[in-house]
């Protein structure tokens, strides 16, 4: 994995995502997701492409059972692109 994409938690969720000062990109994905597995590798070209203008983030879904609910996410992978705290597009 690409060293500018971040792995964040429920607990570093608001930390990591919702006070960035920068906009970011957070992939909600599982281990077991084929589909996920699939765009990872196009989540590291835009991490190391837009380095410093956007912050890609992933978030397991299985081991982070508390942040998904808050943001509807029904399907993986659902990608979500965050702004000032808000989410700006899915």
Avoid at 77 to 87: H, Q, S
């Amino acid at each position: 994995m690409s060293g500018n994409i971040v792995n964040v938690t429920d607990a570093s969720f608001e930390q990591d995502v919702l006070k960035s000062d920068v906009p970011v990109l957070v992939d909600y994905w599982a281990e077991w997701c084929g589909p996920c597995k699939m765009i990872a590798p196009v989540l590291e070209e835009i991490a190391d492409e837009y380095d410093g203008k956007l912050k890609v983030c992933k978030l397991n879904i299985d081991e982070n059972e508390q942040t998904p609910p808050k943001f509807n996410i029904r399907g993986i992978p659902t990608l979500m692109l965050f702004k000032n705290g808000n989410v700006d597009a899915t």
